[in-house]
C-alpha cells in the first residue's frame, strides 16, 4: 500500500512538473483548455488546431472538426471579425466623422464649418447643461469671463467682448476641441455632437 502511495505521489509529480514546461512556441500542457481559449465565437482568439479537444468531443460536426476548435476558415487570419473594407473611416458612437481640422487652422475652420445641428429649444437647453459642466467655472453664467476660477486663472476671455461676440459657431467649436492660448484643449472630454450644441448655447449667451 505505501509503495502505491509513494508511487502515485511521484507520477503527480511528475506529471505537474512535465505540464509546467513551457516556452518558446509550447504552451505546455493545458489541463482546461477551454478556460484559455473560449469555445464560444470570439473576434480574435480562435483555435485554429481542428482537432483541439478530440478526446472530449461529443458531438458531431458537420466538417469534422473537434471540440476546441473555432476558427473562422473563410475570413482573413482565420477570425472571427472581419476586416473593415480598405479605407474605412472609422467613426464615433453617435456616427460621427472625426474633425480633422489641426490646432493651427483656427480661422480656416471658424469660416469654413457648420453647425450640423438646428437651434430647437432640446439643443440649447442641452448646450446650456453642458456649459455649466465645461465652461461656467471659467467663463461664467453669463460668459463675461468671470467664473469662480476666473479669480485665480487670470486672462480668461470675455465671450461678449466685442472683439468675439460675432465668432462663428465653427470658431466655438474649433476652441473647444483644440483649446487656445491660455485655454486647454476639450476635445477629448466632450463628444462633437456636445461641442456643438455648447456652440449653439454660447451664441445665445453673445446675443
Ligand atoms: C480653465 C478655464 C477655462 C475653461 C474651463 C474654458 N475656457 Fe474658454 N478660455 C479660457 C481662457 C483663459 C481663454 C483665453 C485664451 C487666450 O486667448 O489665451 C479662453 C478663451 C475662449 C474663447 C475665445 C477664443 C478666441 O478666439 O479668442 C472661447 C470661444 C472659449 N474660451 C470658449 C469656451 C467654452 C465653450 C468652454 C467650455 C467648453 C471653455 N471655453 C472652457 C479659459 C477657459
Known amino acids: 500500500m505505501r509503495v502505491v ?5 511521484g507520477f503527480s ?19 482546461a483548455p477551454n478556460m484559455y481559449h473560449s469555445v464560444a465565437y470570439e473576434p ?9 479537444g478530440r ?14 476548435f473555432n476558427s473562422n476558415k473563410f475570413n482573413p487570419h482565420r477570425m472571427t471579425m472581419r476586416e473593415p473594407a480598405p479605407n474605412t473611416v472609422s467613426r ?21 464649418i457648420k453647425n450640423p445641428l438646428d437651434s430647437s429649444a432640446a439643443v440649447i437647453a442641452g448646450g446650456k447643461l453642458l456649459y455649466e459642466m465645461y465652461c461656467d467655472h471659467c467663463h461664467g453664467a453669463k460668459g463675461a469671463g468671470d467664473g469662480k476660477v476666473a479669480d485665480k486663472y487670470a486672462g ?9 461676440k460675432n465668432i462663428s459657431e465653427g470658431h466655438i467649436f474649433h476652441v473647444i476641441t483644440h483649446g487656445k492660448g491660455l485655454m486647454w484643449a476639450h476635445g477629448s472630454q466632450i463628444n462633437p455632437e456636445d461641442r456643438w450644441k455648447i456652440a449653439k448655447y454660447v451664441k445665445t449667451l453673445q446675443k
Open 44 to 52: 480574435y482568439s480562435q483555435i485554429v488546431d481542428e482537432d483541439a
Open 55 to 68: 478526446w472530449l468531443t461529443s458531438i458531431e460536426y458537420p466538417d469534422g472538426h473537434a471540440e476546441f
Open 92 to 112: 464615433n458612437k453617435q456616427g460621427w466623422l472625426p474633425y480633422r481640422f489641426g490646432k493651427d487652422s483656427l480661422a480656416y475652420a471658424a469660416a469654413s
Open 13 to 31: 509529480a511528475a506529471a505537474l512538473l512535465t505540464a509546467c514546461t513551457a516556452g518558446g512556441d509550447n504552451p505546455g500542457t493545458e489541463y
Open 156 to 164: 480668461v476671455a470675455n465671450l461678449n467682448s466685442d472683439a468675439l
Open 5 to 9: 502511495k509513494s508511487l502515485f505521489i
